[in-house]
């Protein structure tokens, strides 16, 4: 999908016109995200800037994952770098009060979105024309919307750039040798996503939350590497220590195709429990800091972080497991992290 990743085509047609906010909704409904289910309980603005955040986050992933030369990737996270030069960094009072909740009818809807994740078709030529009446800024819709949700919500440039640096080192960087090296790495990838979240939630960023912020996206995106520990060796990376892999006796070359013959499973399950144990520290971190009035007004939050730290529990039930397949929830499984957020 080439308007994925970097440059619309020219020449579209009437059917393939939408705007700028469309474009974003379009994005998180091909990925059949639980994000759609998760932002569901916020305002309709909220919503837009949480779109544009996840929009810009799945972009960039989807240019450094492409099956493309390295010099072509890295062509297209410069065009990025030179869209987001583009947005200011005037901040704005974040928006306060509770989020509203949305009616019945419509949460059914999203929910039969969330479990069912019908695949929606997505034009090859996609062009944005207005963002409230003006053109669309760096001729992309993705930047119009993070350009509005930096007006609307105070959402800071910089966390954006962040983010696009860190996926940048997957282009160039296969392994960290410690934890301080991944933890620089989940900070630059996930903790700057949570902190481009907080203006939208309406919590106010300080030194509190925003390490709670951090550690929230350090606890996703530990999660995530453990999930897909054998889809990123295919890829020739390993995002797990190696000085962790060290010390246990693993070598990051058999977790793929379902783990060599000569892998120690048990060793290989006393590395998982170790690393499951760092995520957890991360979720207890994470939600420790935020206040109950703050942690109200980020439910969608707490549905994300009540669907990975599920995810992390069934790793965790069967460590070997995610050398086979990819750990996922079931329907039920969905509907039950739901209804308790």
Avoid at 7 to 36: K, L, V, W
Avoid at 193 to 220: K, M, S, W, Y
Avoid at 285 to 314: G, I, N
Avoid at 332 to 337: D, Y
Wanted: aromatic share 10%; glycine share 8%; hydrophobic share 40%.
């Amino acid at each position: 999908m080439a308007a994925i990743h970097g440059r619309q085509a020219d020449g579209p047609d009437a059917g393939a016109r939408m705007n700028a906010e469309h474009y974003c909704r379009q994005i998180m409904q091909q990925a059949g995200s639980t994000f759609a289910l998760a932002f569901r309980g916020m305002t309709r603005d909220q919503q837009r800037a949480m779109r544009a955040v996840y929009a810009f986050a799945r972009i960039i992933d989807d240019v450094v994952d492409a099956e493309s030369p390295v010099r072509e990737k890295a062509a297209a996270l410069s065009e990025w770098r030179a869209r987001l030069a583009t947005i200011g960094g005037t901040h704005v009072a974040p928006p306060t009060g509770k989020a509203r909740w949305v009616p019945p009818s419509r949460a059914r809807c999203a929910l039969w979105d969330f479990l069912v994740h019908p695949l929606r078709g997505y034009p090859d030529s996609v062009v944005a024309t207005l963002d409230n009446g003006r053109p669309v800024e760096s001729g992309h819709p993705v930047m119009a919307e993070l350009a509005w949700g930096a007006r609307t919500f105070g959402c800071h440039p910089r966390y954006a750039r962040a983010l696009l640096e860190g996926c940048a080192r997957d282009i160039t960087t296969a392994t960290y040798r410690d934890w301080p090296a991944l933890r620089d790495y989940c900070y630059s990838v996930a903790g700057t996503v949570g902190l481009l979240c907080l203006p939208i939630f309406g919590v106010r960023e300080e030194d509190r939350t925003r390490q709670a912020a951090i550690n929230l996206g350090h606890a996703f995106q530990l999660t995530n590497i453990l999930r897909d520990l054998r889809e990123d060796a295919a890829r020739g990376r390993c995002y797990l220590p190696q000085d962790d892999l060290a010390h246990f006796g693993i070598a990051a070359a058999q977790f793929s195709a379902g783990g060599s013959p000569g892998i120690d499973r048990e060793r290989f399950r006393s590395l998982m429990f170790y690393e499951i144990a760092r995520a957890q520290s991360c979720y207890r971190s994470a939600w420790e800091r935020f206040t109950v009035d703050e942690q109200r007004l980020m439910r969608a939050a707490r549905v994300m972080s009540r669907a990975y730290h599920r995810v992390l529990q069934k790793i965790a039930a069967d460590p070997v497991g995610v050398l086979h397949g990819r750990v996922g929830l079931t329907w039920w499984e969905k509907v039950r992290v739901l209804c308790a957020s």
